[in-house]
């Protein structure tokens, strides 16, 4: 964060000093958990359901803070805040932190506040603002983003998917004189939501990636998805970029939604950077033929999953607007690493077993690119693939459908073995029955210790695992407790590689 004193942080926040010198200078990060506290840094005193933050204020300048953002009165120098009315910000607010007096709103509020300062006094100098959007993808885009920005200068973005109204101003705070560019995802758990965040950190390049059917349960349909989503584009300056995939029928719509100036990618011959000649690895790993009004250049993704090449397509259509060269964008897009976890995160046994950890989270979408890259892994090698799947949450009236659907689509898919856990996912089970070339490939676990169970039995040397569900199904224990390492009983014969 820009250097900023306590006096000039309680005027931006709408809040008054306790116990606080107003010279005193924050001069590090600006943190909610105590344990990540550096000298001179701001703490955020966050309620939530078990602990409160403002119990740990003292701690938390003890830790090094100057001073403690607070709803309420603490044992340590603060800038105290006022509340907020009831209303949407304090539903938000319970969401969130799990408070039930809204002084989690207010807290929050005011940080927004902070980081749309520090983020407006950096964008009058040479601060970009990019941010992206859609219903699958975001997280992996913009770690994508950020790799081909960060050769041209000091950029930041968020860990993992922190792009919620405490994540998005937390990595806004990240900033300060020396940063060039800021790459932040957006999203949204109802409408608003996403107009909301933008307002925060205005962007100056707007990604949108793809409406799809995630939170189709809040939203109500796909066209109320894409009505949200757009508000990204329509927060554009008239001098800004919105990166669009044409691809998209609801996407390629929002063009009519921005005054920025609009730039298609996708695989259709009208977008402007787009790919040609896609082919598939026995790893899942896509190459292609990366077109621009710049240039072209070949391109070799090592991430697994064909998905990822409209990722690197927007990501591309970014960096371009940036000056970075088609053949300098294509090398980059080629060495790629994954940045952030349980996301088609490949890992391989000592055994041969591959296990594609995509547990963060699942919808319809990112669902069928997981299996369409497993059944890629093991197409023409042989290996034998199995689909650890879950439920899909938030999807309403849709959801017994779209697990059916999905167990359908393994089968057509020709994955070797599904399996179900719990039973709000057991249209999956029955879709793949129903589709009529299966018996016993399908099997349906009440949890996931079962699953664990059924596995370690099952697995032989060379198979291959995709693991995925929403994140509240707990998948990740499945894919941790594949890769942990499991004593042999030697009395056995373990020849047939039954255990894994």
Do not use: Y
């Not at 606080?20 to 703490?43: I, N, Y």
């Not at 041209?152 to 994540?167: D, M, Y």
């Not at 996407?251 to 009519?256: D, L, R």
């Not at 952030?340 to 077993?353: F, I, Q, Y």
């Amino acid at each position: 964060m820009i250097v900023l004193s306590l006096a000039e942080i309680a005027d931006v926040v709408g809040g008054r000093l306790h116990r606080a010198e107003p010279g005193a200078q924050v001069t590090g990060t600006v943190e909610f958990d105590t344990r990540k506290l550096t000298p001179g840094g701001l703490f955020v005193a966050l309620p939530g359901e078990k602990v409160d933050g403002h119990d740990f204020a003292a701690q938390a300048v003890e830790a090094g803070a100057v001073a403690v953002l607070a709803a309420r009165e603490v044992d340590a120098p603060a800038i105290v805040v006022p509340p907020l009315p009831a209303g949407e910000a304090h539903e938000r607010s319970v969401a969130l932190t799990g408070d039930k007096d809204g002084s989690g709103a207010a807290v929050l509020a005011a940080l927004a506040k902070l980081a749309r300062h520090v983020v407006q006094r950096l964008a009058e100098g040479e601060l970009t603002v990019v941010g992206v959007t859609g219903s699958s993808g975001k997280t992996s885009t913009k770690d994508v983003i950020a790799q081909l920005l960060e050769p041209l200068g000091p950029t930041i973005a968020p860990p993992g998917s922190f792009n919620n109204e405490l994540g998005h101003p937390w990595t806004a705070l990240r900033a300060d004189a020396e940063t060039r560019h800021l790459v932040l995802e957006l999203s949204a758990r109802g409408p608003g939501h996403i107009a909301h965040l933008a307002e925060i950190a205005p962007p100056k390049i707007g990604v949108v990636l793809n409406v799809g059917s995630a939170h189709v349960g809040e939203f109500g349909s796909r066209e109320g998805i894409a009505k949200t989503k757009g508000e990204l584009v329509e927060a554009l300056p008239e001098d800004g970029v919105a990166v669009l995939n044409l691809d998209d029928p609801l996407v390629a719509a929002m063009a009519s939604r921005t005054k920025a100036r609009v730039v298609f990618v996708g695989e259709s011959p009208s977008a402007q950077v787009r790919a040609e000649n896609i082919t598939v690895d026995e790893q899942a790993r896509a190459s292609f033929r990366l077109i621009t009004p710049s240039g072209e250049a070949d391109v070799r993704l090592p991430l697994h999953g064909e998905h990822h090449v409209g990722n690197a397509l927007s990501a591309a259509a970014v960096a371009l607007e940036l000056g970075v060269s088609p053949a300098d964008i294509a090398a980059r897009l080629s060495a790629l690493e994954r940045r952030s976890a349980r996301r088609m995160e490949v890992v391989t046994r000592p055994d041969g077993v591959t296990i594609l950890n995509d547990s963060f989270n699942a919808n319809p979408e990112s669902m069928r690119a997981g299996l369409k890259a497993l059944a890629a892994m093991t197409r023409e090698t042989g290996r034998r693939s199995w689909a650890v799947l879950g439920v899909m949450g938030e999807l309403g009236a849709d959801s017994v459908n779209a697990h059916d659907e999905i167990g359908r689509l393994v089968v057509r898919l020709n994955i070797a073995k599904l399996v179900v856990i719990g039973p709000e996912a057991a249209a999956m089970h029955q879709g793949a029955f129903q589709e009529g070339s299966w018996g016993e490939e399908s099997t349906l676990v009440p949890d996931v210790e079962a699953a664990i169970a059924l596995l370690h039995d099952q697995l032989r040397p060379g198979d291959v695992v995709l693991v995925k569900a929403s994140k509240a199904a707990g998948l990740w224990r499945v894919a941790e407790a594949l890769l942990e390492p499991r004593e042999t009983d030697n009395s056995e014969n373990r020849s047939n590689g039954g255990d894994a």
